[in-house]
């Protein structure tokens, strides 16, 4: 039996040692896997860190267009602004003529101070008296007036209305 003994530990030990042997082959190729991919991951990381950078410059040059275009709009809707309200008040004055010319409120930014008052007081009379049904008339027609002269003035060319009704202060129509 005891030889047998000492062939089940010889065999146990043999096994041993392969199992050991097999292990370290596993572990060196596991070790070299490990490698690979590690430097896969470097190649993967450089080649990420490359489009960020690209993308980075690319994004620069957008957003500085993007600025000069925003500064090419600013001044342009700034020089519009600038037409309506300065010298030249047809985009202002049509507009209002349009929306609110009811009230004379495009007379008024004309400097028709008389003709504005006119139309603001015959529309406050309309409002008054729209219980009786006359001031419904009364304030319809100073919308009209104030429509037919927006639409006037929003039609004519910068120059004409200009001489027309800031130079030749033409009050009506």
Sequence with gaps: MSDEKKDLGDQAEEAFDKAREKAKEIKDEAKDKAEELKGEARETFEKAKEKAREFKEEAKETGSEFKKETKKTAEEFREGLRSAGGDN???????????????GVHKF????????????VISIVGFVLSCIGIGVFLVWATALIGLIEGIIYLTKSDEEFYNTYQVGRKPWF
Excluded: F, H, R, T
Aim: cysteine-free; proline content about 0%; overall charge positive.
């Design 89 to 103: 008040k047809k985009i202002l004055a049509g507009i209002l003529g349009i929306v609110v010319g009811w009230a």
């Design 109 to 120: 930014v004309l400097g028709y101070q008389k003709e504005g008052i006119i139309l603001l």
